[in-house]
Protein backbone atom coordinates (compact mmCIF):
# COMPACT_ATOMS: atom_id res chain seq x y z
CA UNK A 1 0.00 0.00 0.00
CA UNK A 2 2.49 2.41 1.28
CA UNK A 3 5.03 0.96 -1.55
CA UNK A 4 2.77 2.36 -4.57
CA UNK A 5 3.60 5.85 -3.37
CA UNK A 6 7.17 5.60 -3.04
CA UNK A 7 9.05 7.84 -6.08
CA UNK A 8 11.66 6.04 -8.43
CA UNK A 9 14.72 7.24 -8.27
CA UNK A 10 17.20 8.99 -10.74
CA UNK A 11 19.20 6.77 -12.49
CA UNK A 12 21.86 9.87 -12.02
CA UNK A 13 20.90 9.20 -8.45
CA UNK A 14 21.89 5.68 -8.26
CA UNK A 15 25.22 6.09 -9.96
CA UNK A 16 26.50 8.92 -7.47
CA UNK A 17 25.10 6.44 -4.55
CA UNK A 18 27.38 3.50 -6.46
CA UNK A 19 30.51 5.40 -6.68
CA UNK A 20 30.16 6.42 -3.15
CA UNK A 21 29.73 2.94 -2.17
CA UNK A 22 32.80 2.06 -4.17
CA UNK A 23 34.85 4.40 -3.36
CA UNK A 24 34.27 3.69 0.36
CA UNK A 25 35.57 0.13 -0.24
CA UNK A 26 38.40 1.45 -2.08
CA UNK A 27 39.22 3.84 0.30
CA UNK A 28 39.13 1.62 3.37
CA UNK A 29 35.77 3.08 5.00
CA UNK A 30 33.82 0.13 4.50
CA UNK A 31 35.15 -3.26 5.20
CA UNK A 32 33.79 -5.93 3.43
CA UNK A 33 30.73 -6.94 5.55
CA UNK A 34 29.94 -3.21 5.89
CA UNK A 35 29.97 -2.73 2.12
CA UNK A 36 27.84 -6.26 1.30
CA UNK A 37 25.54 -4.87 4.02
CA UNK A 38 25.44 -1.29 2.57
CA UNK A 39 24.99 -2.55 -1.49
CA UNK A 40 22.49 -5.46 -0.39
CA UNK A 41 20.28 -2.35 1.13
CA UNK A 42 20.75 -0.45 -2.11
CA UNK A 43 19.23 -3.12 -4.05
CA UNK A 44 16.72 -3.74 -1.90
CA UNK A 45 15.54 -0.21 -1.73
CA UNK A 46 15.86 0.19 -5.78
CA UNK A 47 13.25 -2.76 -5.75
CA UNK A 48 11.28 -0.77 -3.77
CA UNK A 49 11.60 2.40 -5.33
CA UNK A 50 12.64 1.60 -8.81
CA UNK A 51 14.51 3.72 -11.07
CA UNK A 52 13.01 6.08 -13.27
CA UNK A 53 13.49 5.37 -17.15
CA UNK A 54 13.64 2.91 -19.58
CA UNK A 55 16.09 0.02 -19.37
CA UNK A 56 18.55 1.71 -22.26
CA UNK A 57 18.62 4.77 -20.33
CA UNK A 58 19.31 3.72 -16.97
CA UNK A 59 22.05 1.42 -18.32
CA UNK A 60 23.68 4.64 -20.47
CA UNK A 61 23.98 6.53 -16.80
CA UNK A 62 24.84 3.13 -14.86
CA UNK A 63 27.44 1.45 -17.57
CA UNK A 64 30.27 3.68 -17.72
CA UNK A 65 31.01 2.52 -13.87
CA UNK A 66 31.61 -0.70 -15.20
CA UNK A 67 33.83 0.31 -18.10
CA UNK A 68 35.51 2.56 -15.24
CA UNK A 69 35.77 -0.04 -12.25
CA UNK A 70 34.27 1.84 -10.42
CA UNK A 71 31.61 -1.23 -9.99
CA UNK A 72 33.51 -4.98 -9.99
CA UNK A 73 32.58 -7.16 -12.82
CA UNK A 74 30.76 -9.52 -9.81
CA UNK A 75 28.42 -6.50 -8.19
CA UNK A 76 27.25 -5.55 -12.07
CA UNK A 77 26.27 -8.91 -12.34
CA UNK A 78 24.40 -8.62 -9.52
CA UNK A 79 23.09 -5.32 -9.49
CA UNK A 80 21.72 -5.45 -13.29
CA UNK A 81 20.80 -9.53 -12.21
CA UNK A 82 18.61 -8.24 -9.21
CA UNK A 83 16.83 -5.28 -10.38
CA UNK A 84 15.70 -6.88 -13.67
CA UNK A 85 18.34 -4.96 -15.99
CA UNK A 86 19.91 -8.18 -17.36
Not at 7 to 17: D, F, I, L, N, Y
Not at 59 to 66: N, T, W
Not at 69 to 86: C, F, I, N, P
Request: aromatic fraction near 4%; hydrophobic fraction near 35%; glycine fraction near 6%.
Amino acid sequence: MADDKLTPVAPTRVAQELKALSDGRQSGKYDKDEYEHRFSRMISELRDRRIDGTRAEIMAVLSPLKMDGTVSDDDWKRLVTQLGLA
